[in-house]
Nanobody, 127 residues
Framework: VQLQASGGGLVQTGGSLRLSCTAS????????MAWFRQAPGKEREFVAAISWSGRSTDYEDSVKGRFTITRDSHENTVYLQMDSLKPEDTAVYYC?????????????????????WGRGTLVTVSS
């Protein structure tokens, strides 16, 4: 499956952005979706994930209460609404997908288990 992320940009501290990730070309009927990010000079880290049904979500502690992950299965798109942005949120944000079966309606934050990755979109938060 191909993942196309968009919505990054430059925003001031306290501002908001909404990232989108659209999946296409996949053969699986269900995908666990997630966002990861990588700041300059740092390792990639988990941000948020949403189960294939949308019933389960998970967030990295530093973004809880500020970021919201949702999905529109009809449009094969996952969103990351980012509010109250901080300079430490500056990073390249990547969406990822894992093909799962019906019984695996859960989330996880293990990047090595995700099968597909988008190219990333840059988010810069100025102080």
């Amino acid at each position: 499956v191909q993942l196309q992320a968009s919505g990054g940009g430059l925003v001031q501290t306290g501002g908001s952005l909404r990232l989108s990730c659209t999946a296409s070309g996949g053969t699986a009927s269900r995908y666990l979706m997630a966002w990861f990010r990588q700041a300059p000079g740092k390792e990639r880290e988990f941000v948020a994930a949403i189960s294939w049904s949308g019933r389960s979500t998970d967030y990295e502690d530093s973004v809880k209460g500020r970021f919201t992950i949702t999905r529109d299965s009809h449009e094969n798109t996952v969103y990351l609404q980012m509010d109250s942005l901080k300079p430490e949120d500056t990073a390249v944000y990547y969406c990822a997908a894992e093909a799962v079966d019906y019984s695996k309606d859960y989330t996880h934050n293990f990047d090595f288990r995700y099968d597909f990755w988008g190219r990333g979109t840059l988010v810069t938060v100025s102080s």
